[in-house]
């Protein structure tokens, strides 16, 4: 069984996020890192392997984006990914989800998988919705936010919570996961993995290499332009106490919550 | 002929709260825009049921009655047959999950524009705008539209209109699902993990996540509502990994409750969490991370570790209550 696992590189949550108001897009400079949402996907390919169910060969972590991205890689392979397929191409930039999900399912359709998983969000992003999006590319069945999945061959079963509580539902494979972050813990990686990372294969290719339209990708492939930028309503700000002395702290909880009538 | 395709989801006999909200906002704007709303229902849904919506607004309701209840796929493919049958330009969901990842695969099926999180939706020039909170709500960004639409809600945008007497007329219609649509199957649906809490009702709600640490951490916001006379709600990380019942869950796939005092301990605040509680009349929060997002939007912040806060707040509130 062949895993592939999709990963994105993010603004670091530190850092404050902002778009660029001139060309409508996000700005790229700062520190940036492997989306964290990712690293429980990664974890469940590793569990998947581990659980021996199953026999996993390979483990493939997969991204699109800026030549920065290796870095995501890089972590993703010290996190246990065997190789990493990077797709970078200028032609790709401002891409909107359904071109995203367009030129990543390309891009997976060359690596066949038996299973590919998500994160539940890009912590940029925040459409959790670039799985559904690659499946109907790649005919496959798929669901989201998935918390507890059990391999078998040929078979998954999973478990997510939806509108109404939680649902189990048996998908046959090959599928679209994207995991929930109470699916595991990640573990750490070990300092010989992240040395190691570097030397392991890295395929770097362009949408030539893919076979995908470039009509249907970047800003002009885009269906959905965004733009006109606003600052959201205001709302008065918060009142905030630092605690240093609980005893105070509480004092002055008691007067604000006594101040509106809460604890009559 | 344009229009507005709706998906209505629906329950245990009931519609959905979002649907109707989303029900409700296209008819409105399909009224600017000068064509009509329908909605799409599938599985078991009586004549009667579907025709409710038309007290909402929607003309027509487009039903499939053999089509398996809950998945995204299988509802994917009906809304591409009856939008491509009938020409609809848009298509709208109201918050929850099911319908991103409708919309989602929809707008791949159709290689259309996809929105999600959507708060407003704007008619501009006879064309469907719509406006979209990013980066943790700190910005709002609009959509254009290059052609077909697809609008995904945010839990509560879309108000519910005062129903009407309209019935709307069902139309069955037969589709063929996709192959792939059929390799998921739903084994059990709608789970209820842990004893069944009413939190609705309560006027103060101290709500805990995974900064308490452990499900143990749960007894000291327990101690608090009971001196404050209230209840105890959750988010989703502690409700999925079994601390607390998924009934006390607030948020994008749990309640929605509006409360006059919601103290949060040991929750960042997240945006899926947010949406079910933001109208709440005073939100107070206690989180160790002086950056943490909830403090963007709370009433009053407390910077510092609820471990050491929230037993004297107990205490401090049973003697201030005499009790
Ligand atoms: C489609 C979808 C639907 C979702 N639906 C929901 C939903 O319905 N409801 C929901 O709640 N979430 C939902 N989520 C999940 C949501 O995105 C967040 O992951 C979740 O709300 C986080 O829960 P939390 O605040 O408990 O945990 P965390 O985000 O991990 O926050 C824990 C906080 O505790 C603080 N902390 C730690 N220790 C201490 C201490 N000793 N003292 C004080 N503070 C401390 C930390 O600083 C941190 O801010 C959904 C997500 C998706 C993608
Ligand atoms: N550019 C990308 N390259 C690879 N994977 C991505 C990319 N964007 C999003 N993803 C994957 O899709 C998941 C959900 O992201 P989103 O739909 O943007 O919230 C992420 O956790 C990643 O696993």
């Known amino acids: 069984m062949k895993i592939c696992v999709l990963v994105k590189e993010v603004p670091d949550a530190a850092v404050e996020k902002r778009i660029d108001p001139s060309t409508g897009r996000m700005d790229r400079s700062g520190e940036r890192n492997l989306n964290p949402y990712d690293t429980h996907a990664i974890e469940a390919a590793m569990q998947v392997r581990e659980g021996g169910e199953v026999e996993v060969d390979e483990i493939v972590a997969v991204t699109m984006g800026p030549s920065s991205a290796v870095r995501a890689l890089h972590k993703a392979v010290s996190l246990g990914a065997d190789r990493s397929v990077h797709l970078s191409d200028d032609a790709l930039a401002g891409s909107d989800v359904v071109a995203t999900g367009y030129a990543l399912a390309k891009l997976l359709e060359r690596e066949s998988p038996d299973l590919v998983l998500l994160g539940q969000q890009s912590d940029d992003g925040e459409c959790y919705t670039i799985g559904a999006v690659v499946a109907d590319h790649l005919q496959m069945p798929s669901l989201t936010q998935v918390i507890k999945m059990d391999v078998t061959p040929g078979t998954l079963r999973c478990e997510r919570q939806a509108e109404y509580g939680y649902d189990t539902v048996e998908i046959a494979l090959p599928a679209v996961i994207s995991v929930g972050d109470a699916i595991n813990e990640p573990r750490y990686p070990s300092l010989k ?8 294969p890295l395929d770097a290719v362009g949408i030539g290499d893919v076979g995908l339209e470039a009509e249907r990708v970047g800003e002009a492939g885009s269906k959905v332009a965004c733009g006109d930028f606003k600052p959201p309503p205001q709302k ?9 002395d609980t005893n105070e702290t509480v004092a002055k909880i008691i007067a604000w919550l006594d101040e509106r009538k809460l604890l009559a | 002929m344009s229009g507005i395709l709706v998906f209505a989801l629906h329950y245990e006999g009931a519609f959905n709260k979002n649907s109707l909200g989303g029900v409700s906002e296209a008819a409105k704007l399909a009224e600017q825009l000068g064509c009509e709303a329908h909605a799409v229902v599938i599985g078991d849904v009586s004549d009667e049921l579907a025709a409710t919506l038309g007290n909402y607004g929607a003309t027509k309701v487009f039903r499939a009655k053999d089509v398996p209840e809950g998945l995204a796929q299988p509802v994917v493919d009906v809304m591409a047959k009856v939008m491509g049958d009938n020409g609809h330009d848009y298509a709208l969901f109201g918050g929850g999950l099911l319908g991103f990842e409708i919309g989602a695969g929809l707008a791949a099926r159709l290689n259309a524009g996809v929105t999600m999180e959507v708060t407003h939706v704007n008619v501009a020039d006879g064309k469907l705008t719509a406006e979209r909170p990013i980066h943790g709500d700190s910005s709002i960004s609009t959509s254009h539209y290059k052609d077909r639409g697809i609008i995904i809600g945010r839990l509560n945008a ?7 007497d309209a019935a709307a007329v069902v139309e069955d219609v037969d589709v063929q699902l996709s192959e792939f649509s059929t390799r998921a199957t739903m084994v059990t649906r709608g789970e209820q993990r842990g004893e069944d809490i009413d939190i609705e009702s309560a006027d103060i709600l101290v709500a805990g996540g ?13 101690a608090l509502a009971e001196a404050l006379g209230g209840a105890v709600a959750a988010t989703r990380a502690v409700v999925d990994a079994g601390w607390y019942p998924y009934s006390t869950q607030i948020g994008q796939t749990g309640k929605t409750v509006s409360p006059k005092l919601y103290l949060a301990a040991g929750i960042s605040g997240a945006i899926q969490h947010k949406v079910g509680f933001q109208s709440a009349e005073n939100i107070v929060a206690i989180n160790k991370d002086s950056n943490a997002p909830i403090f963007e939007y709370s009433d009053l912040g407390i910077v510092g570790d609820l471990n050491k806060i929230l037993p004297k707040l107990t205490e401090a509130v049973k003697v201030r209550k005499g009790s």
């Open chain 1, 193 to 200: 993995a992240i040395m190691g990372a570097k030397k392991k």
């Open chain 1, 236 to 244: 008065a700000a918060g009142e905030i106490i630092e605690d240093e």
């Open chain 2, 158 to 164: 879309f108000e519910i209109a005062a129903p009407s």
């Open chain 2, 210 to 222: 995974r900064g308490l640490g452990k499900p143990e951490g749960f007894e000291l916001c327990e």
